[in-house]
T-cell receptor, first 115, second 112 residues
Framework: NAGVTQTPKFRVLKTGQSMTLLCAQDMNHEYMYWYRQDPGMGLRLIHY???????AKGEVPDGYNVSRLKKQNFLLGLESAAPSQTSVYFCASSYPETFTNYGYTFGSGTRLTVV | ELKVEQNPLFLSMQEGKNYTIYCNYS?????LYWYRQDPGKSLESLFVLLSNGAVKQEGRLMASLDTKARLSTLHITAAVHDLSATYFCAVDIRAGNTPLVFGKGTRLSVIA
């Protein structure tokens, strides 16, 4: 059971380039989330999804887009990368019936550097 | 807007000593989660606190929740080097299934 898998694990982009981060879970979780982690800032929510075909904005959505075409996948896109998007990105998922008792399952993270 | 504040943000403590990390939040909630993160790694669930007065213990760590004070504590007893990590609290402000709001984390360093 792989849990939550993020690809890629590391990436360096030039300013203005685009890329997509993939989050895949095999636990049949309904809810999926993208957070970014910056030094001294904790984890801040970018976007989240409560089911296939649905997405919602979080605290810091600007510069990002997301899609949830399949239940198991949640994609985070950067259309035109900026140095301010240099961060570690974490995907997480949860299942409604077990969220309260178990919280999130996190992926291993993607370290993105924009130069 | 929910705010979650942890203090201290940095903590250097000697092995064998006790200390407490505090997590305050600004909105009514009775669900609070503690996570641990080792350097360069992902977050690992430590404790889930689901009611006022809840107390959970695992080894040298004990977490508690006071919903009336909107405060959770993570107490470290007789610290050892293996406890060096960053600890996050996260609050759920609605009845589950909504995004958690995280504190900024407490970076703990246990030194000999």
């Amino acid at each position: 059971n792989a849990g939550v898998t993020q690809t890629p694990k590391f990436r360096v982009l030039k300013t203005g380039q685009s890329m997509t981060l993939l989050c895949a879970q095999d636990m049949n979780h309904e809810y999926m989330y993208w957070y970014r982690q910056d030094p001294g800032m904790g984890l801040r929510l970018i976007h989240y999804s409560v089911g296939e075909g649905t997405t919602a904005k979080g605290e810091v959505p600007d510069g990002y887009n997301v899609s949830r075409l399949k239940k198991q996948n949640f994609l985070l896109g950067l259309e035109s990368a900026a140095p301010s998007q240099t961060s570690v990105y974490f995907c997480a998922s949860s299942y409604p019936e077990t969220f309260t008792n178990y919280g999130y399952t996190f992926g291993s993270g993607t370290r993105l550097t924009v130069v | 807007e929910l705010k979650v504040e942890q203090n201290p943000l940095f903590l250097s403590m000697q092995e064998g000593k006790n200390y407490t990390i505090y997590c305050n939040y600004s909105t009514t909630s009775d669900r609070l989660y503690w996570y641990r993160q080792d350097p360069g790694k992902s977050l690992e669930s430590l404790f889930v606190l689901l009611s006022n007065g809840a107390v959970k213990q695992e080894g040298r760590l004990m977490a508690s929740l006071d919903t009336k004070a909107r405060l959770s504590t993570l107490h470290i007893t007789a610290a050892v080097h293996d406890l060096s990590a960053t600890y996050f609290c996260a609050v759920d402000i609605r009845a589950g299934n909504t995004p958690l709001v995280f504190g900024k984390g407490t970076r703990l360093s246990v030194i000999a």
